[in-house]
Each structure stands twice: as C-alpha cells, then as structure tokens.
C-alpha cells in the first residue's frame, strides 16, 4: 500500500479509507429511475407463500442494484385507482385480484401505459371461473390444464433473442427450479402473443411423479403481448418440505433467470 511505503498522516489516512468506503458504497447502489408495486395474497400454498416471501426480500436488493424502488403489498385495492405516474411497473406474485373495483383499475392502468409483470400462479384458473379480460386477452391462455410434479428446473430455449429482456441471457438459459404449468390456449395461434422462451426439449422428462410428468410437447414459459406492455413468467413455485415448511429451493438460484428479470423489469418501465 502507499501508506506502508511514504506513511500518511493519520487524518489523511482516515480520509482516504473514508473516501474509499464511500465511492464502494455507490458503485454497488444505482440511481432508482422507476418504481415497481408487487401485490400478493400470502394464503394459498406453502410454495407460493415462499416464493412471495422470498420476493419481497430479493427484490428490494435487485432495486438498489439496477435501479428501481420496490414497494410490496397485501392490499389489492390500491389497484382500484392506480396510474403509470404513481408505479411504472405492477406485480403479481402469487395472485391477481378479485373485485370488480380491482379488476376495473388494473385494466385501466394497463390500457393508460402501465406495466405488468406477472409470476406462476397469478394466470391460475380452473373451469369455475377465471376473468376474461385477464386470462384470454391479455394472458391469452385460456384456462389451466395441467402440471408438473415435483418441481424441478428445466433449460430455457429463447424464442427472441432480440428482445430487450432476453438480450443477456444466450441461446439457452438454466431456471430455477419451479412446478410449470400448461394452458387449454395453443399461444403460438395467437398472433398478438409473442413467446419469449420454452422448455428446451433436453429437458424432457420433466417432473418426478410419473403420473404428472411432462415427456415431450411444446411448453412455453415466458412471453409478452404485443398490445400492452406485459411479461409473464411461469416459474415462482419453490420446492418445499410441507411437513415442516421448510424451502428446499430458490427461485433466485439461477444467474441467467435474474438477469432475465431484471432485463424484463428496466424494458417495461421504459428504462434500458
């Protein structure tokens, strides 16, 4: 070091140490440019609890590194009159909302520039209900069909390589792993959908229970409608001992799916 070889005085050192404390500090925080509001329920399935758990812990770290603030909520009202200017991103981790109020507002902020980014069991529905709008035109897929089981991680295939979100990830790209789910809707047949990844088929066979494992098929993972600013992603189920509750995995084990959503996130708020 200088100061072994030509000594500093001692408030001189202090200083330097200081002013080097200081510039590392910064370089590992960015400036926040874009806000994201998450909302989740926290009631159905120990997987899901964990996963929104683990959210609001990692993502509020991903923020002070890329540039966003991230505020977490239980209350699915605060989407009854939600603009652009107030949050540029919105979230679903593990539900999506459930009053006419809810519903009305969040169509609204989607149809007047807002931004939605949308995990796993938020575009669950089954045959006795689901929201029309949400499921069919936006999501496009139409209701749930089926499952893996147990959750395992796959290798990602990217559809577009070009798209802002995908752009750092490669060819292929390893997730975490997550139970994945398949829709009554064939998306390649909808021309406002745009798929951005799907099960590589060296992934195959996918699952551990052999009554509920996927052996071949086209299974995509993560796309984008071309007429809102939106991504959905299917992963956010953690392997859990339900016994005790206990995770077993994390959705943020995987590198290239953390830059995927980090990339997604800056791309919907007009950010990079």
Do not use: C
């Amino acid at each position: 070091m200088l100061s072994d070889r030509f000594p500093l005085p001692a408030f001189l050192l202090a200083l330097v140490l200081l002013v080097s404390g200081l510039t590392g500090t910064a370089a590992a925080q960015v400036q926040a440019t874009f806000k994201v509001l998450a909302f989740y329920s926290g009631t159905w399935d120990a997987a899901h609890i964990d996963f929104e758990k683990e959210a609001n812990q990692r993502f509020p770290e991903f923020g002070a590194q890329n540039g966003f603030t991230y505020t977490a909520t239980n209350n699915w009202d605060q989407l009854n009159n939600l603009s652009a200017s107030q949050y540029q991103v919105v979230m679903f981790l593990d539900d999506s909302p459930h009053t006419d109020a809810q519903r009305n507002g969040f169509k609204n902020y989607m149809d007047n520039g807002g931004a939605f980014f949308g995990f796993h069991v938020s575009a669950y529905n089954d045959a006795s209900g689901g929201w029309p709008w949400f499921n069919n035109t936006l999501l496009g897929t139409g209701r749930f069909q089926s499952n893996t089981w147990g959750p395992t991680a796959v290798t990602l295939r990217t559809e577009n390589r070009s798209h802002p979100a995908l752009v750092n990830t490669g060819a292929t790209f390893r997730s975490s792993v997550s139970e994945w789910y398949s829709w009554q809707n064939d998306l390649r047949n909808n021309p406002d959908i745009q798929i951005l990844a799907s099960i590589d088929n060296s992934s195959f066979p996918v699952g551990t229970d052999p009554n509920q494992t996927w052996y071949s098929g086209y299974y995509p993972i993560i796309w984008t409608n071309k007429n809102y600013k939106m991504i959905y992603a299917n992963f956010g189920h953690n392997a859990m001992n339900y016994e005790t509750t206990t995770r077993l995995s994390s959705t943020f084990d995987s590198p290239a799916q953390n830059q995927f959503m980090m990339d997604a996130l800056k791309w919907l708020a007009g950010a990079g």
